[in-house]
């Protein structure tokens, strides 16, 4: 059971357009949300991360926005930019522990 | 910033011998540390949550006499996969939670067993 989920495994856009990336969860439970930006054969680096008491984060190029009652968060990269392209993955925590739970990844390409 | 450093980035053994990766919190003290396992375009699957000084917790599936977890130290966690077969070639990866809420992650190592 896939409590979070990134329905877009790919996603192109064209340099300087905003790139809107996608994740869905169902654990009501979840109150803290991260997003990572993935390289093979690297470990994620931490982007942004919004908790379940806001519905809008920033910073710099990148804003995510979370709609609780949907369990729906996206996350906004604009301007996109050539080095952008990689893997981006969601990540949730629940309010009982600190294990993060991640979605499937999507493979973003910013095309120049 | 806070670094968790993972070694090694990449190792090939051979099937039925044991590997053991290493993870280091090097500016802090890593209370807890958690196991990732990648496989190839897939998630990260949490494997194992492991708190200093106590036993591992394994996530389901996970079989913890194949994947030893020791937490010895506050700055050291290791994961030794034993008796590797081909099945568990993947990419492994640690990550330690913060106090500042936030997580840090290692750069990760590929096993490859032949």
């Known amino acids: 059971d896939q409590q979070v989920k990134q329905n877009s495994p790919s996603l192109s856009v064209q340099e300087g357009r905003i790139s809107i990336l996608n994740c869905d969860y169902t654990?009501?439970?979840?109150?803290?949300f991260l997003w990572y930006k993935k390289y093979p054969a690297e470990g994620p680096t931490f982007l942004i991360s919004i908790s379940s008491i806001k519905d809008k984060n920033e910073d710099g190029r990148f804003t995510v926005f979370l709609n609780k009652s949907a369990k729906h968060l996206s996350l906004h990269i604009v301007p996109s930019q050539p080095g952008d392209s990689a893997v981006y993955f969601c990540a949730a925590r629940g309010n009982a522990g600190n294990m993060l739970t991640f979605g499937g990844g999507t493979r973003l390409m910013v095309k120049p | 910033g806070a670094v968790v450093s993972q070694h090694p980035s990449w190792v090939i053994c051979k099937s039925g011998t044991s590997v053991k990766i290493e993870c280091r919190s090097l500016?802090?003290?890593?209370?807890?540390m958690f196991w990732y396992r990648q496989f190839p375009k897939q998630s990260l699957m949490l494997m194992a949550t492991?708190?200093?000084?106590?036993?591992?917790?394994?996530e389901q599936g996970v079989e913890k006499d194949k994947f030893l977890i020791n937490h010895a130290s506050l700055t050291l966690s290791t994961l030794t996969v034993t008796s590797a077969h081909p099945e568990d070639s993947s990419f492994y990866i640690c990550s330690a939670s913060l106090t500042s809420g936030g997580y840090t992650f290692g750069s990760g190592t590929r096993l490859t067993v032949v």
């Open positions: 654990n009501s439970m979840f109150d803290y």
């Open positions: 500016d802090f003290q890593a209370t807890t």
């Open positions: 492991s708190n200093e000084g106590s036993k591992a917790t394994y």
